[in-house]
Each structure stands twice: as structure tokens, then as C-alpha cells.
Antibody, heavy 116, light 112 residues
Framework: EVQLVESGGGLVQPGGSLRLSCAASGFAFSSYSMNWVRQAPGKGLEWVSFIGTITSTMSYADSVKGRFTISRDNAKNSLFLQMNSLRAEDTAVYYC?????????WGQGTLVTVSS | DIVMTQTPLSSPVTLGQPASISCRSS???????????LSWLQQRPGQPPRLLIYKISNRFSGVPDRFSGSGAGTDFTLKISRVEAEDVGVYYCMQATQFPITFGQGTRLEIE
């Protein structure tokens, strides 16, 4: 069974940092590109970042470029999102999702709240 | 950026009746590799998104055959042949042809 389990969310002050993790199981993680997608409370879905199977291939939404960094550890079947200089508008549930061009699996999400 | 526009934004339907959601992209979703990376997602209340359809018309594993996708270029449609109670939720179209990946605003499916 495919599983994507996010962790690392929580309450952080504006300007602070958080590191999200996504643990993958049940599929050949290293063979799949991965993404982070977020959803602000009561709002729609917003793509955040992409990383290819080759870690040199990355892409970011303009809203997070220069502040967030995506990475992966294929040996540990894990995806990460380092979030710096957090703002109130980054408050959202963050989902990891595999291969959005094809058979995409989604995790349950982890809530990030940016507030003083 | 490619803008994805869904209609309607809300769709009250009767159990057992069909439902249809349209999605239009601001530019063609045909990739240089010949594929069209248009997907449909379902988000039930309190749940994460779930993939229903990918590459226009390919039903994902475990998705009931009452869900079908069609279209080409810039115009796409998700159809539910006979709505069931478990289909209540918000449906999103998504394009992954070009970065940034973008989503429609969502269509809320409600039972009348």
C-alpha cells in the first residue's frame, strides 16, 4: 500500500523557520518526482515546489522562491521542505504528492500556522 | 502562468443523476512530448485531495467507472454518470504541463 506521511508542521512566528518531512512507502520512491502542494484554510490548492528524480531538477512557485528549499533523500525514502522567512500567508495544510503528471498519490497533510 | 477556470463553482445534483464539471485552460495543455497533463482531483470534506483522472481520461486505481474525463487542448470535462452520496466534495482540475503547476478554483458538488 502506498503511503505518504507528512510531519513537521506546527505554530511558528513570522520570520521563523520550519522543516517539513514526507515519509514514503509502498512504491519505488527514487523513481518518482515529488511535489509539495498547500491549501490555506477554506481555500483551494496551490502548488509550492517540485523535485525530479534527479535532485538537480527543482521548481518553485513565485510566492515561495528564495524562501523555501525542496530536497529528497532517496536512501531514506523521504522528501523535505525547508521553509524560512515564514509569513502569515504561508499558513496552510502542506501536502506531499508524487508525480503530478501521472498516477499521483497524496499524503494526509501537515498544518503550518504562522502567527505571533 | 496557465489559468484554469472551472464551471460551475457549485453544482447541486440529485442522487442517481449525472453531473458534469468543465475546466478551461488559458493556453493549450499539450506538452512537447505529445501528452496532455490534465488531471481531476476529488477532495471530500476533511480529507486530502485524491486523484481521480490523469492525462485527460485515465481513471486512477480504485476510482469507480462512473467517473470519466474527456477533452482536448484547452477544454476538458469531468462527468459522473450517476451521483452517489460519497461523491460530495470539491473537485479540482489541475494542469502539470507547464510550471507553475496550477489548479482550477474548485467545484463544490452538493446533493439536493
Amino acid at each position: 500500500e502506498v503511503q505518504l506521511v507528512e510531519s513537521g508542521g506546527g505554530l511558528v512566528q513570522p520570520g521563523g523557520s520550519l522543516r517539513l518531512s514526507c515519509a514514503a512507502s509502498g512504491f519505488a520512491f527514487s523513481s518518482y518526482s515529488m511535489n509539495w502542494v498547500r491549501q490555506a484554510p477554506g481555500k483551494g490548492l496551490e502548488w509550492v515546489s517540485f523535485i525530479g528524480t534527479i535532485t538537480s531538477t527543482m521548481s518553485y512557485a513565485d510566492s515561495v522562491k528564495g524562501r523555501f528549499t525542496i530536497s529528497r533523500d532517496n536512501a531514506k525514502n523521504s522528501l523535505f521542505l525547508q521553509m524560512n522567512s515564514l509569513r502569515a500567508e504561508d499558513t496552510a495544510v502542506y501536502y506531499c504528492a508524487s508525480s503530478l503528471r501521472g498516477s499521483a498519490y497524496w499524503g494526509q497533510g501537515t498544518l503550518v500556522t504562522v502567527s505571533s | 502562468d496557465i489559468v484554469m477556470t472551472q464551471t460551475p463553482l457549485s453544482s447541486p445534483v440529485t442522487l442517481g443523476q449525472p453531473a458534469s464539471i468543465s475546466c478551461r485552460s488559458s493556453q493549450s495543455l499539450v506538452h512537447s512530448d505529445g501528452n496532455t497533463y490534465l488531471s481531476w482531483l476529488q477532495q471530500r470534506p476533511g480529507q486530502p485531495p485524491r486523484l481521480l483522472i490523469y492525462k485527460i481520461s485515465n481513471r486512477f486505481s480504485g476510482v469507480p467507472d462512473r467517473f470519466s474525463g474527456s477533452g482536448a487542448g484547452t477544454d476538458f470535462t469531468l462527468k459522473i454518470s450517476r451521483v452517489e452520496a460519497e461523491d460530495v466534495g470539491v473537485y479540482y482540475c489541475m494542469q502539470a504541463t507547464q510550471f507553475p503547476i496550477t489548479f482550477g478554483q474548485g467545484t463544490r458538488l452538493e446533493i439536493e
